[in-house]
């Protein structure tokens, strides 16, 4: 694409310019009024129609392209997926397409070293296909959410549970889960180099082939958050809080650093890769102006289109749809360029509308300084026919075009000339500000005119009165500056009808006619506001060899008689608000209708099933919907006959939402919206009526060597009648209890309560079967206590988690060693959402931030940053939190934990308190695996640690109130060498906001808590 500047000179006045114009402007000859049918002038043979047609993919849909390689700078091939299709791409042209058994998320293609061809991931299955449009054959029962990657001698797909490995080239690749299952990214180019990450951003690199790994993190004290394709083969590793490259793997230099460019005028430095991460222009989709040019733009001599943008007129090319040049309207104020293009013979003109009335500008040599052809006093439309024919729904403007036609227009500022007036700089900052212009006074209903262009650019106005102007439905442009009107007139009128005036012809119909079948005229467009600004209505036109009208009308429904087809309601209509019986609905069944000059109507039948029709002028483009599949036809003669055409080939042909929305058709095809584009007319007939579905029949492929994560069963049974909570004494205690504070509490939830100068609330420790203790505080600046429940890791096993509540302001420590025997709130000001803490002795907490993966010091109401755990992105969906070793009271050993929510895998990462630092990730226990027996002891060097799992709880007998599947639960989780034991469950009831807390081994001692008493259970997970 071509930027061209134009000088400042380049600007015109309109005022300076008036005389100039006036020669232009001039209005020629009256003809004189005539009742024979309108006949054109003999004209150069229009430019054949474009085609055939090809579907093109603009800016704006969702493509999925080879995650391996990088694209090309030429234009080429792209292999692509849209909407869960295949596709083979130029430029956003559809080449090729093929239907998968099911949608498809994402593809890769394979080194030879791993047999090629591609592998395709779907939402539940991984496939293969030695080509991109070949057979799909399932490889794996699992999706590759997070994509497939080349490894040493394997591929590794990166699922919810885990990366798992294959070989594709066995004739049946089974999947295996190896020592990758503790990483969550890795990737190799070339089989002897590879680099592979942990959870935490800790990189490990081989240039062996995997016969040995360095540790980067420990090497460079660096952590890497992402694995890049570059150039030449290399491994870029992405590190930073920018995820920038700074170091690559090298096949033939080994690890190299990633120099940054110096730093530029700006004073920012660029890092010299940063242009591999822009698309590529072989990775391009059509500009989203190609589907404004289909819609409003102006068809030109040799294969281009003119399409209008703010303040700019572009040309694209129509084989491709990309911009070849581009002229900035630097002579026109920002508020009068909101124009559409459109060629006249050999004129090129836009069409420009906005509050102040309208104009035409003439593009000459300049495109960026236009000649101002006509303007017009009051804001309406435009109305274009069939070859140069052309009007504005209005007044004409005076002979010499100037701002005085434009009413409440701001004035010309001479210092700085523009045509019709200021910049809207100039307008906020050096002219004063001015009052709204008076709102224009309605045309009279009895009054209708039309501004008439003739070729060469004259324009005559035409006048219609009486009754035939206040049943006006349009005015259509005929030839030599005459109009035809059309008349919403029912033949039993009484009133006779009135000559026609000079140079109007009066075609009267009655719009409740029997022959329309309960059909409806559709209301004229309004103006966009917005690019690409259509301001040209086509809906409409006259017949080239008898002067009768073509146009569309809206069905009723598919399947509705005309008898029962709701009539619309008589609504205001153009600048005189006529009122008219014209439907405002913007999509559905339109129909082609043919008038004739005495009124009689035909409707053109649409092919069986249609529901849907874009059109634009003589073109349209239907959808027909047969037992759930539809079929596509087209119509370049106004409905009068249609031919089966390819569908789309993603998304389908539905109603606008909206009146400004881009979808339409004209003389180059449609814009269906959403991006896709039909480019020309005409083509072969589609292959076959309708696109098969989906199947379900799909054949297996090998299920993942990993249990997914489900729902623990839970059983229990009442032991005793409940316990009352701990009272106080006073008249309040009359009062409904409060909930007690435990480790479900949802956030925002009251607990406790104030009163007397004290804060009561009773405390339930987490997977303690013990009712709740009443801790009284002294009264905090509070009416009602609410925050979230922090539960922090203590060294004991007795009670081996406690509580602090957090508020916006405050901190209350509800079961936690060496708490203040005075019981006072700890003041603590904290915007962030601290979701775990472990207690590290002499009243500090270490906390964790899990969102952003934040670690604090907490002494007292005093927050210190300690450190900042960032994560590579993954598809595990693991939550992070802390765990603690068991019996460390003395020199607590912690480390960060990652647990995953599909497949229950636990991750360790040992916490080096004193450098602040993580160690290697370790796969140390699964939740899959949870043992609450006795017989799972876990090692004195165990790690204690959080997590949530879902359960099924069921009573015996059954309880309404508690019997639930799938309840979310914290589990008190202790692992070592690969056992994971089950010490203790808490799960909240959301019917009746009671807590179950059960202290494993199994059967476990277990206490129901709600408001005001305690209910003693037994409970097992069998």
Known sequence: MKNRAFPRAASVALVALAAAFAACSAKPTRPSASTTPLRPKPAAAPEPLLG????????????????????????????????????????????????????????????????????????????????????????????????????????????????????????????????????????????????????????????????????????????????????????????????????????????????????????????????????????????????????????????????????????????????????????????????????RGPDILLACTHPHGAHVLALRDDPSAPRVEATFPEPSTFVAGLGPRFAFTGRCGVLVPTVADFRGAPPVNDAQPRLFGPSQFEREFTTPPEDPPEPLDPTPTDEAYVCVRSEGGAWTERRLTGEDATHLYRFLPGDGGTATALVFRGKDTKTAPEPAPEGVRIIRVDPEDPALGGAAFAAVLTPMEEPPYRSIDRDFWLDEKDGSIHGWIVLPPEGESAEDAERPDPIPQGRSERVLPVSTRLGGRFAGVHIQPDGRVVVHPLPPGVVEVLRGGPFALARADAEGLATYHETTDGGRTFRPVAAPPVGELNAPYDANVVQGCSELGCALGDGVVRLGWGGPAPASAAEPPLSADIAPAPEPPVKRLGSLPLRCRLERPGTPAPRGDGKADAAPPPLPASLRIPPGVAVGVVRAGAYDVDVGLPFDPRPPRRVTFKAPPLSRVEGAVVPVLLATDASPVGLFLRTTELRFDLGLPGASPSRDPVPLQHNGILTAAVDLGRGDLLALEAADGELSLLRGGLLRRFAQIARVPDVTRHRLGLARRRGDAASPRLAVSAVSGTSGDILLADLDLTRAALGPTRLAGSLVNLDPSSACRPDPDAYRLLAEVLVDVQFDPPDEGHDAPSLGATALVAVSSGRTCLEGLEVRFPRNNETLVVRFPSPGASLVRAAGRSDAAVCSSP
């Open 52 to 343: 055939p047609a090809r579907y093109v993919l603009s800016e704006g849909v969702g493509i999925s392209f080879d995650e391996a390689g990088r694209g090309s700078a030429l234009p080429r091939r792209e292999p692509a997926l849209a909407s869960g299709k295949r596709f083979l791409l130029e430029g956003g042209v559809v080449l090729a397409e093929a239907q998968g058994p099911e949608a498809l998320f994402g593809f890769r293609s394979l080194p030879a070293r791993l047999g090629g061809g591609y592998v395709f991931w779907s939402e539940a299955r991984t496939y293969r296909a030695d080509t991109f449009l070949g057979e799909l054959r399932p490889i794996a029962q699992i999706a590759a959410e997070g994509g497939a990657r080349p490894w040493l001698d394997t591929l590794v797909l990166r699922t919810d549970l885990g990366l798992l490995e294959l070989d594709p080239r066995a004739a049946t690749p089974a999947l295996r889960r190896t020592d990758l299952a503790r990483f969550a990214e890795a990737s190799s180019l070339d089989g002897k180099h590879g680099v592979r990450l942990d959870a935490f951003g800790r990189a490990e690199i081989t240039t062996d082939g995997g016969k040995t790994f360095r540790d980067l993190t420990a090497e460079r004290n660096v952590r890497i958050f992402g694995v890049e394709e570059g150039e030449s083969g290399r491994l870029l590793l992405l590190a930073g809080a920018g995820r920038q490259p700074t170091l690559a793997l090298d096949p033939a230099k080994g690890l190299v650093p990633v120099v940054a460019d110096p730093p530029n005028d700006l004073g920012w430095g660029m890092i010299s890769s940063l242009a591999e991460d822009i698309l590529p222009p072989s990775r391009r989709l059509a500009p989203p102006e190609l589907a404004s040019a289909v819609f409003a733009g102006a068809r030109l001599p040799g294969g281009r289109v003119l399409v209008t943008q703010e303040q700019s007129v572009r040309v694209l090319a129509l084989t491709t749809g990309q911009v070849l040049d581009e002229a900035l309207l630097t002579g026109v104020t920002e508020l009068y360029t909101h124009c559409q293009p459109i060629t």
